[in-house]
Protein backbone atom coordinates (compact mmCIF):
# COMPACT_ATOMS: atom_id res chain seq x y z
CA UNK A 1 0.00 0.00 0.00
CA UNK A 2 1.46 3.55 -1.03
CA UNK A 3 -0.35 7.05 -0.99
CA UNK A 4 1.64 10.16 -3.36
CA UNK A 5 0.57 13.42 -2.76
CA UNK A 6 1.33 15.68 -5.48
CA UNK A 7 0.83 18.99 -6.66
CA UNK A 8 1.63 21.59 -4.05
CA UNK A 9 3.05 24.92 -4.75
CA UNK A 10 3.51 28.37 -3.82
CA UNK A 11 0.38 30.40 -4.27
CA UNK A 12 -0.58 34.01 -4.01
CA UNK A 13 -3.77 34.29 -1.74
CA UNK A 14 -7.07 34.02 -4.23
CA UNK A 15 -5.39 31.55 -5.91
CA UNK A 16 -6.36 27.39 -6.50
CA UNK A 17 -4.27 24.49 -6.30
CA UNK A 18 -5.02 20.56 -7.25
CA UNK A 19 -3.97 17.80 -5.10
CA UNK A 20 -3.13 14.86 -5.95
CA UNK A 21 -3.12 11.32 -4.08
CA UNK A 22 -2.52 8.41 -6.29
CA UNK A 23 -2.72 4.85 -4.43
CA UNK A 24 -1.19 1.69 -5.20
CA UNK A 25 -1.92 -1.67 -3.93
CA UNK A 26 -5.30 -1.14 -3.20
CA UNK A 27 -8.56 0.24 -5.26
CA UNK A 28 -9.41 4.06 -3.54
CA UNK A 29 -13.17 3.06 -4.54
CA UNK A 30 -13.25 1.10 -1.81
CA UNK A 31 -11.34 2.33 0.63
CA UNK A 32 -12.17 6.15 2.25
CA UNK A 33 -9.12 8.86 1.72
CA UNK A 34 -8.51 11.65 4.55
CA UNK A 35 -6.72 14.50 3.55
CA UNK A 36 -4.94 16.23 6.46
CA UNK A 37 -2.29 19.30 6.93
CA UNK A 38 -0.09 20.46 9.32
CA UNK A 39 0.97 23.65 9.47
CA UNK A 40 3.92 25.07 10.24
CA UNK A 41 4.49 25.19 13.72
CA UNK A 42 2.02 23.00 14.64
CA UNK A 43 2.38 19.39 16.57
CA UNK A 44 -0.96 18.14 15.16
CA UNK A 45 -1.95 17.46 11.90
CA UNK A 46 -5.20 18.88 10.85
CA UNK A 47 -8.34 16.76 9.38
CA UNK A 48 -9.37 18.66 6.10
CA UNK A 49 -11.26 16.20 3.70
CA UNK A 50 -12.85 12.33 3.63
CA UNK A 51 -14.44 10.98 0.77
CA UNK A 52 -16.22 7.86 1.48
CA UNK A 53 -15.60 4.54 -0.45
CA UNK A 54 -19.31 3.17 0.75
CA UNK A 55 -21.69 5.90 -0.55
CA UNK A 56 -19.27 8.70 -2.18
CA UNK A 57 -20.20 10.73 0.95
CA UNK A 58 -17.94 13.86 1.37
CA UNK A 59 -16.94 15.69 4.44
CA UNK A 60 -15.13 19.34 4.99
CA UNK A 61 -13.65 20.67 8.12
CA UNK A 62 -15.56 24.31 8.95
CA UNK A 63 -12.47 26.03 7.41
CA UNK A 64 -11.98 24.65 4.40
CA UNK A 65 -16.02 23.83 3.34
CA UNK A 66 -17.37 25.81 0.43
CA UNK A 67 -13.95 26.28 -0.66
CA UNK A 68 -11.93 23.06 -1.09
CA UNK A 69 -13.10 19.95 -3.23
CA UNK A 70 -12.27 16.10 -3.00
CA UNK A 71 -13.08 14.16 -5.37
CA UNK A 72 -11.92 10.39 -6.84
CA UNK A 73 -10.82 9.39 -10.47
CA UNK A 74 -11.07 5.16 -10.56
CA UNK A 75 -9.48 5.21 -13.52
CA UNK A 76 -6.77 6.98 -12.08
CA UNK A 77 -6.98 5.37 -8.73
CA UNK A 78 -6.14 8.63 -7.72
CA UNK A 79 -7.81 11.12 -5.09
CA UNK A 80 -7.74 14.67 -5.57
CA UNK A 81 -8.74 18.13 -3.77
CA UNK A 82 -9.23 20.72 -5.57
CA UNK A 83 -8.39 23.72 -3.08
CA UNK A 84 -9.92 27.53 -4.64
CA UNK A 85 -10.24 30.49 -2.64
CA UNK A 86 -6.79 30.13 -0.87
CA UNK A 87 -5.65 31.76 2.09
CA UNK A 88 -2.67 32.24 3.97
CA UNK A 89 -3.89 30.19 6.77
CA UNK A 90 -4.38 27.24 4.20
CA UNK A 91 -0.52 27.44 4.26
CA UNK A 92 0.71 23.87 5.35
CA UNK A 93 2.18 20.15 4.37
CA UNK A 94 -1.22 18.15 2.97
CA UNK A 95 -1.20 14.82 3.43
CA UNK A 96 -3.61 11.95 2.18
CA UNK A 97 -4.60 8.73 4.63
CA UNK A 98 -6.23 5.54 4.32
CA UNK A 99 -7.20 2.30 6.74
CA UNK A 100 -8.39 0.49 3.96
CA UNK A 101 -11.92 0.85 5.61
CA UNK A 102 -14.81 1.82 3.11
CA UNK A 103 -15.84 4.43 5.90
CA UNK A 104 -13.84 8.15 6.76
CA UNK A 105 -12.43 7.84 10.68
CA UNK A 106 -9.73 9.25 11.98
CA UNK A 107 -6.45 8.36 11.12
CA UNK A 108 -3.60 8.00 13.22
CA UNK A 109 -0.08 6.36 12.70
CA UNK A 110 -0.79 2.74 12.51
CA UNK A 111 -2.67 3.74 9.26
CA UNK A 112 -1.19 4.37 5.71
CA UNK A 113 0.36 7.83 5.01
CA UNK A 114 1.68 9.80 2.13
CA UNK A 115 4.84 11.37 2.50
CA UNK A 116 3.38 14.91 2.10
CA UNK A 117 2.97 17.72 -0.16
CA UNK A 118 3.71 21.59 0.46
CA UNK A 119 1.52 24.40 -0.21
CA UNK A 120 2.54 27.87 0.76
CA UNK A 121 0.35 30.62 0.22
CA UNK A 122 2.05 34.24 -0.01
CA UNK A 123 2.35 37.24 -1.60
Known amino acids: VQLVESGGGLVQPGESLRLSCAAS????????IGWFRQAPGRKEREWVS?????????SYASSVKGRFTISRDIAKNTVFLQMNSLKREDTAVYYC????????????????WGQGTQVTVSS
Open 97 to 112: ATDLSFDCKGYDSDDY
Open 25 to 32: GFAVHYSA
Open 50 to 58: CISARDDST
